[in-house]
């Protein structure tokens, strides 16, 4: 019998392990009545709103001292490696460890999915990437992958030295991705994450530009582990809850950890101009309160998936024609990437559930939402009850 336990508890463990999502907090803040914003969220308010783009997560869970995992952001249903898309990267603050950066700056395309995970698994997620680019049949003659891996630190609640993400994991991640809903809060990359002082984790949101903008989609995908003053809809909350850094004098709060920003629009933007939109997906980051600490690595990857402008990887053509979308009529793609950005940070706290880790030495608290609404309608910032 003793041994039918221990068997049923190690089968336990295997399943948590390889638990594609979680479930988190099923209302957003958008349940509740809090806005972000002028512009429209997509359907499903999520970066899958973008035709073709998948989403694939794994989540790791063993007890109080594994909690990490991998998400993957699959750009289109193609061959990416074949297909290559239009992309940009804007460093707000570099102390991370963003693989295939150099790359993806001199070209202006990204060749894989998009892979987040925690610090010490960057190598995982690229041996997992390469496995995944060349099982392809069509990519049978590739001897180069330039693969994309973003990270933070989730080393306060999960042994990040244990280093338990492998490049299986990441093949999961991408196998497993789909279109639809997409989990928050403890999953994926986002399980043993922290930010603005509760615990972070993955968050979603998109914006739909009216018909008379050309009717494209923007969607945002964030990995929280930052720090700040939390604000909602301009609202002080993380003040009014005691969150407060620099309280006073000499008052130096430890080091935070970093976030990841993944914005991909269907409209036809030059690579230059994907520079400029990711810049202002940072500016989301700092509505939700975030500042880029110096011990932040804080990245946004701008992608564009108009089929049009896709790169072959190989073609017989001279000179290409490429659609662009004018830079003078790029505001509401901005205003979209902002709004977005702060949304799905948000969003990412409101799904986050409290997490103990480090063998029960750390305790990452999730937000207080009941406390945060009667903050917002103190502020009168709830369009509705519900």
Same mark, same amino acid.
């Given at each position: ?9 190690? /089968? ?7 638990? #594609?999502?979680?479930?988190?907090? !099923? ?8 806005? /972000? ?37 699959? #750009?289109?249903?193609?061959?990416? /490696?074949?297909?290559?898309?239009? @992309? ?48 392809? #049949? ?13 990270? *933070? ?26 279109? %639809? ?11 043993? *994450? ?32 930052? %720090? ?11 003040? =009014?809850? %005691? !969150? ?15 976030? $990841? ?23 989301? $980051? ?21 089929? =049009? ?24 793609? /901005? ?8 949304? @799905? ?42």
């Amino acid at each position: 019998m003793r041994r039918i336990v221990i068997c049923l508890e190690v /089968f336990m463990v295997m399943l948590m392990a390889a638990a #594609p999502e979680a479930q988190g907090q !099923k209302m957003r803040p958008r349940d509740y009545g809090i806005s /972000f914003g002028v512009l429209a969220p997509g359907s499903l308010n999520a970066i899958t709103d973008v035709p073709g783009v998948k989403v694939g997560q794994v989540t790791l869970r063993q007890g109080d001292t594994i909690n990490t995992g991998v998400t993957a952001i699959v #750009p289109h249903e193609g061959n990416i /490696f074949q297909e290559k898309v239009p @992309a940009a990267i804007f460093v707000a603050n570099g102390f991370g460890k963003l693989a295939g950066v150099t790359q993806v700056r001199e070209l202006g395309t990204i060749e894989t999915p998009v892979i987040l995970t925690n610090t010490l698994s960057i190598a995982a997620g690229l041996e997992g990437l390469i496995d995944y680019t060349i099982s392809m #049949p069509e990519n049978r003659g590739v001897r180069s992958v330039n693969g994309v891996v973003g990270e *933070t630190n989730d080393g306060g609640l999960n042994d990040i030295r244990g280093r338990h993400v492998k490049a299986g994991h990441v093949a999961e991640a991408i196998k497993s991705a789909k279109g %639809g809903s997409v989990a928050e809060g403890n999953v994926g990359a986002g399980t043993g *994450t922290q930010c603005l002082g509760f615990k972070g984790g993955i968050g979603t949101a998109s914006r739909l530009l009216p018909e008379s903008s050309g009717g494209f989609t923007v969607g945002v995908l964030v990995q929280t582990n930052f %720090g700040g003053m939390l604000q909602i809809d301009g609202v002080p909350v993380g003040i =009014e809850l %005691g !969150k407060q850094r620099f309280r006073s004098e000499g008052d130096v709060p430890k080091e935070d950890g970093s976030c $990841m920003i993944v914005v991909i629009t269907d409209a036809p933007l030059s690579v230059r101009d994907l520079e400029r939109l990711a810049l202002r997906a940072s500016f989301g $980051m700092a509505r939700a309160g975030g500042i880029a600490t110096n011990g932040s690595g804080d990245y946004v990857i701008a992608i564009s998936t108009a089929s =049009e402008n896709r790169v072959l990887h190989s073609s017989r053509q001279l000179v290409e024609d490429r659609r662009q979308f004018r830079s003078d009529r790029i505001d509401i793609l /901005f205003q979209a990437a902002v709004e977005a950005t702060e949304e @799905a940070i948000i969003n990412s706290l409101f799904a986050a559930e409290t997490v103990t880790g480090l063998n029960g030495r750390v305790r990452s608290q999730a937000l207080p939402v009941d406390e945060v609404l009667g903050i917002m309608r103190k502020y009168n910032r709830l369009e509705r009850e519900e």
